[in-house]
């Protein structure tokens, strides 16, 4: 019975054995044929380094303007009697608007002009009698007052006349209509607003630090968040005071091509364009990966694997520093030089020492 169980152990221990010696020579062999597998090279495409022209700038956020531009009101009060614009119509400067009723001032002007005539009758009188020596001077001194007080009155009637009538200050576009004929104005009341879109100003505002960068006469690009239209323009002023609150400067730039691309009060993202740098490596913002070690490139070296019989091309992973960025482009200020290829596309499949092959267009990414 002994020799039975001795047997049974024993015949149990050799198929075990058999067994994990089984698995651990294949878990070896497999071991083996994946490290001696050669993976194919990773299709990518590459950028060469190549040291040039830099044009950095300072981005802003601004609104625009039109060079002239305001929001017509009345100067005295009354009923509107008649209105001559529509909405949207281009006016020219001096063109009559809006008619308050002056029926009441025109009768006052009539009655002034006449007091007028008779006060210059009546001084001109005075001083053929005082040639003549039957007229005191006193008398003549008091119908040249009269006359002058006449006159006086006559230009008050006029100027109140005109502030009856609202005449356009310049040509422009007027907006919407603002009252009615019929409705009582008071002085100050808007009736419209009027632009002058012809030539069209932006106002940023600006870090003290940034505002020490820029001068009058550069140039600017000013692009609708809306759009994609680019509208150029020059600097024409800088605050020379600095905002104690937001520490902010404020800009404007004349923008004289707009023609009519521009609205005012629209929301404009400003680009001032600094002097141009030589000898700058820029690339674009893709190729450079972002971790928590730092900012890094792929670039593509000829290499000679140990026990390979050829140089080969290599993705090796580069930290780069990071400098200005401006549009698509990023300056990277060392880590990189010139005539170096660097990977634009494809870099997502790469680790560094990975075997790689330049192509016109890589390989798609795996689903």
């Known amino acids: 019975m002994i020799k039975r169980i001795i ?10 054995g058999g067994i994990v010696g089984f698995n ?8 083996d044929i994946f490290a001696n597998m050669k993976l194919p090279p990773v299709p990518v495409t590459v950028t060469e380094v190549v040291p040039g022209n830099w044009t950095p700038g300072i981005e802003a956020i601004g609104t625009a303007s039109a060079l ?3 929001d017509l009101s009345t100067e005295a009060s009354g009923i509107v009697r008649e209105i001559y614009f529509r909405a949207n119509d281009a006016v020219t400067q001096g063109q009559l608007l809006v008619q308050i009723d002056d029926r009441q001032e025109k009768a006052d002007l009539d009655a002034a002009r006449a007091t007028a ?3 210059q009758t009546t001084l001109t009188r005075a001083r053929k009698l005082q040639e ?3 007229q005191s001077t006193s008398t003549l001194d008091t119908a040249a007052a009269e006359a002058v007080s006449a006159e006086a009155q006559v230009a008050k009637l006029e100027a109140v006349l005109t502030m009856k009538q ?3 200050p310049f040509g422009g576009t007027i907006g919407i209509p603002r009252v009615d004929v019929g409705q009582y104005v008071s002085p100050g009341t808007v009736y419209a607003t ?3 879109r012809s030539q069209m100003r932006v106002d940023f505002s600006l870090s003290e630090q940034q505002a020490a960068l820029i001068r009058s006469g550069m140039t600017v690009s000013v692009n609708p968040e809306e759009t994609e239209t680019t509208v150029s323009g020059t600097i024409i002023g800088i605050d020379p005071k600095i905002d104690p609150n937001s520490r902010l400067v404020t800009v404007r730039a004349l923008l004289p091509d707009a023609q009519g691309a521009l609205t005012p009060g629209q929301f404009l993202r400003v680009r001032v364009n600094l002097p141009e740098e030589s000898n700058v490596i820029a690339l674009p913002q893709t190729v450079v990966a972002s971790s928590l070690y730092g900012d890094s490139v792929y670039v593509v070296r000829m290499e000679t694997p140990e026990g390979a019989s050829g140089a080969q091309e290599v993705a090796r992973q580069v930290f780069v520093t990071l400098g200005r960025r401006s549009a698509d482009r990023i300056e990277i ?4 030089k010139a005539g170096d290829k660097v990977v634009n596309a494809g870099q997502n499949r790469l680790s560094s020492g990975a075997a790689v092959k330049i192509t016109d267009e890589p390989a798609p990414a795996a689903n």
């Open 24 to 31: 651990l020579f294949r878990t070896k062999m497999i071991a």
């Open 166 to 168: 609202m005449n356009a």
């Open 117 to 119: 005539a008779l006060a």
């Open 68 to 70: 002239q531009g305001t």
């Open 194 to 196: 009027l632009q002058d």
């Open 333 to 336: 200020r060392s880590g990189l």
């Open 132 to 134: 003549r020596g039957v």
């Open 7 to 16: 047997l049974a152990l024993f015949i149990i221990v050799v198929i075990g």
